[in-house]
């Protein structure tokens, strides 16, 4: 089985490998409140294994007499020492729970099981880039990256493990590894932050972390379009100065929004008039108000493709394999929804290595890649 704590919902996977590269998959998803994000740890644990629990009662062909081996995708920065333990370090993505950071996460989760009698055995605890990563090699072996780019922004590639200089032990093998490259630049010294991005920052639970995830990743998009469009209003250049309660609201303009407008080509914009003047509320919009709105999304979107494309270029410097056949395996909700974000990364790649160098790489949707490749993880750990 796999759990995927992933920022925005939580996901119950029983996975069957067929081998040569096939596989089912079973998987129910559940909402993770606000509430939840933010209270004691101990409840969150309850709830991820009530989840689990009625999971199992509902799909009950899984034999229950034995222990079912589980695959802990849980996508927040954790110092891992070991394949099932891991001490979380912050919280990241709106989450904020009390007494968790500095302890073991799987050994809370574990609690929680034994405490409901639930007969699972955290068998591994992974981060969604590395099962992205495992799943799409499942299939492709030579898949070069797992990338996230969903509620958040992450990625993991392979290192020469003489290369790694926190590590000890034996060299002469390649490790997985999880960068956690949203918290890049923390110094704020690098990314070309605006005036939007910086406000954003402000009023967000984890100030001044995370700031590279924050100009990427779904969470943050729809954030700093409204700040932007909120400026506009201010300087009556837009809705004929008039903001409305809802757009008011921080976080009220979703990253989904975006793709919608982004989407409409009707002649007169009416996909989104609907959603500034049914969904939002802003009392009337004319059409060059509309097109300045396409506008100030296609500059956010454009933006977090860019760098994040910057991201995937530095790692195929740094691994040498500019102009060699690469497959980058993305998985998030941000890749698969909104339009035109692959060819835009792809139009970043090429500005920065070259035409020749772009089209050996290949982005590829690994539709929940990060339950398939937990599952993975936590069947080889097992019979490990
Ligand atoms: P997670 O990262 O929690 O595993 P997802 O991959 O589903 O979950 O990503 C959720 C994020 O994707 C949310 O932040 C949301 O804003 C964004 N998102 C959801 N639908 C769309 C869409 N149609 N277009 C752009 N972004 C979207
Ligand atoms: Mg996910």
Same mark, same amino acid.
């Given at each position: 089985m796999a759990l995927d704590l992933g920022g925005t919902n939580l996901r119950v996977c029983h996975v069957t490998l067929l081998g040569n590269g096939e596989h089912t998959i079973r998987q129910?998803?559940?909402?993770?409140?606000?509430?939840?994000?933010?209270?004691?740890?101990?409840?969150?644990?309850?709830?991820?294994?009530?989840?689990?629990?009625?999971?199992?009662?509902e799909n009950g062909t899984i034999d229950s007499d034995s222990?079912? #081996? &589980?695959?802990?995708?849980?996508?927040?920065?954790?110092?891992?020492?070991? =394949?099932? !333990?891991?001490?979380?370090?912050?919280?990241?993505?709106?989450?904020?729970?009390?007494g968790a950071v500095g302890k073991d996460v799987t050994i809370l989760l574990q609690d929680s099981f034994r405490r409901k009698n639930i007969n699972v055995n955290i068998a591994a605890i992974v981060n969604d880039t590395v099962g992205t990563l495992m799943a799409y090699a499942y299939k492709?072996?030579?898949?070069?990256?797992?990338?996230?780019?969903?509620?958040?922004?992450?990625?993991?590639?392979?290192e020469d493990m003489n290369k790694v200089k926190k590590w000890t032990g034996k060299t002469d093998q390649e490790m997985v590894i999880n960068m956690e490259c949203g918290a890049?630049?923390?110094?704020?010294?690098?990314?070309?932050?605006?005036?939007?991005?910086?406000?954003?920052?402000?009023?967000?639970?984890?100030?001044?972390? #995370? &700031?590279?995830?924050?100009?990427?990743?779904?969470?943050?998009?729809?954030? =700093?379009? !409204?700040?932007?469009l909120i400026e506009l209003i201010d300087r009556q250049l837009l809705f004929n100065g008039e903001s409305s309660k809802d757009l008011n609201k921080i976080w009220s303009f979703e990253t989904a929004y975006m793709s919608s407008i982004e989407v409409d080509e009707t002649e007169d914009l009416c996909d989104t008039a609907h959603i500034l003047e049914s969904v939002l509320s802003i009392p009337s919009t004319t059409l060059a108000d509309r097109q300045i709105v396409k506008k100030v999304c296609n500059a956010v979107g454009?933006?977090?493709?860019?760098?994040?494309?910057?991201?995937?270029?530095?790692?195929?410097?740094?691994?040498?394999?500019?102009?060699?056949?690469?497959?980058?395996?993305?998985?998030g909700s941000l890749f698969e929804f909104y339009p035109k974000f692959e060819k835009n990364m792809g139009t970043a790649l090429a500005a920065i290595l070259g035409e020749q160098a772009r089209s050996k790489v290949?982005?590829?949707?690994? !539709?929940?890649?990060s339950g398939l490749g937990a599952a993975i993880i936590a069947m080889i750990a097992a019979k490990n």
């Amino acid at each position: 089985m796999a759990l995927d704590l992933g920022g925005t919902n939580l996901r119950v996977c029983h996975v069957t490998l067929l081998g040569n590269g096939e596989h089912t998959i079973r998987q129910q998803k559940y909402v993770v409140s606000e509430e939840l994000k933010t209270g004691p740890m101990r409840n969150l644990c309850d709830f991820i294994a009530d989840c689990v629990d009625s999971f199992l009662t509902e799909n009950g062909t899984i034999d229950s007499d034995s222990t079912i #081996q &589980l695959g802990y995708t849980f996508s927040f920065p954790v110092l891992q020492t070991s =394949i099932n !333990r891991g001490v979380l370090k912050q919280w990241t993505k709106g989450f904020n729970c009390s007494g968790a950071v500095g302890k073991d996460v799987t050994i809370l989760l574990q609690d929680s099981f034994r405490r409901k009698n639930i007969n699972v055995n955290i068998a591994a605890i992974v981060n969604d880039t590395v099962g992205t990563l495992m799943a799409y090699a499942y299939k492709h072996p030579d898949t070069t990256m797992g990338v996230i780019m969903g509620t958040g922004f992450n990625a993991s590639y392979y290192e020469d493990m003489n290369k790694v200089k926190k590590w000890t032990g034996k060299t002469d093998q390649e490790m997985v590894i999880n960068m956690e490259c949203g918290a890049f630049d923390c110094e704020r010294r690098v990314l070309p932050l605006t005036v939007y991005d910086n406000k954003m920052d402000r009023e967000s639970i984890n100030v001044h972390q #995370q &700031l590279y995830e924050k100009m990427v990743a779904g969470m943050y998009l729809g954030e =700093i379009t !409204r700040n932007a469009l909120i400026e506009l209003i201010d300087r009556q250049l837009l809705f004929n100065g008039e903001s409305s309660k809802d757009l008011n609201k921080i976080w009220s303009f979703e990253t989904a929004y975006m793709s919608s407008i982004e989407v409409d080509e009707t002649e007169d914009l009416c996909d989104t008039a609907h959603i500034l003047e049914s969904v939002l509320s802003i009392p009337s919009t004319t059409l060059a108000d509309r097109q300045i709105v396409k506008k100030v999304c296609n500059a956010v979107g454009v933006r977090a493709a860019r760098l994040a494309s910057c991201h995937i270029a530095g790692v195929l410097k740094h691994t040498g394999k500019v102009g060699q056949d690469c497959i980058i395996a993305i998985d998030g909700s941000l890749f698969e929804f909104y339009p035109k974000f692959e060819k835009n990364m792809g139009t970043a790649l090429a500005a920065i290595l070259g035409e020749q160098a772009r089209s050996k790489v290949k982005f590829d949707l690994a !539709r929940d890649g990060s339950g398939l490749g937990a599952a993975i993880i936590a069947m080889i750990a097992a019979k490990n």
